[in-house]
């Protein structure tokens, strides 16, 4: 209901409002200012959020892919060892030669060596020789002696095989043995 003078017209008042309006302006500005960078704040960290959990993904699908290679070719690695005597390489079929030599032990004149027989390899790298050691014990190759036996053409014949080096090989299959 409108306001009226005495003689019943209308009362109107001229307000000046540019000064709330360039207010109002301003505090509009920055809600929507405030509200859209609220916005881009969400949208970023959404953004980044979604790109971590997609490297996240695929490191950890990496990792296992490496941890996976990684456990196959120790696997490929992983074996039973054995020695096979008298031999320079391995005769089963599933077995790999890890390395062939001949075999060797302590002289049976000298105690405190080795107790059983080893298989050494072809080429020893020999450590400092002291001369002052050099009656203690030591582990020396074995050889073929035949000396009391010649029988031509067999493993007995003396000009073959007297002092010669027995041999034996180091060999491994891939999977574990049960029994040798």
């Not at 209308?10 to 509200?35: F, M, R, S, W």
């Not at 970023?44 to 971590?52: C, H």
């Not at 005769?91 to 075999?103: K, L, N, R």
Request: glycine letters at 6%; hydrophobic letters at 35%.
């Amino acid at each position: 209901m409108p306001l009226l003078n005495s003689l019943n017209a209308p009362l109107v008042a001229q307000l000046d409002v540019t000064a709330i309006n360039t207010e109002l302006k301003a505090y509009i500005q920055q809600e929507i200012a405030n509200g859209v960078k609220l916005a881009m704040e969400e949208l970023a960290a959404t953004i980044v959020n979604t790109k971590v959990d997609q490297a996240t993904v695929k490191l950890e699908e990496s990792m296992q892919e490496k941890l996976n290679q990684a456990n196959t070719e120790i696997q490929d690695k992983i074996g039973t060892t054995y020695i096979q005597w008298g031999r320079t390489n391995c005769t089963a079929d599933d077995a790999e030669t890890v390395y062939s030599g001949f075999i060797g032990g302590s002289s049976f004149t000298n105690s405190g060596s080795a107790v059983d027989y080893l298989c050494l390899i072809n080429d020893p790298q020999w450590g400092i020789y002291d001369s002052k050691v050099n009656s203690l014990p030591f582990i020396g190759g074995a050889l073929y002696d035949v000396w009391d036996i010649n029988v031509p053409n067999s493993p007995f014949d003396f000009n073959k095989y007297d002092h010669h080096r027995v041999p034996c090989s180091v060999c491994m299959k891939k999977r574990k043995l049960r029994r040798l």
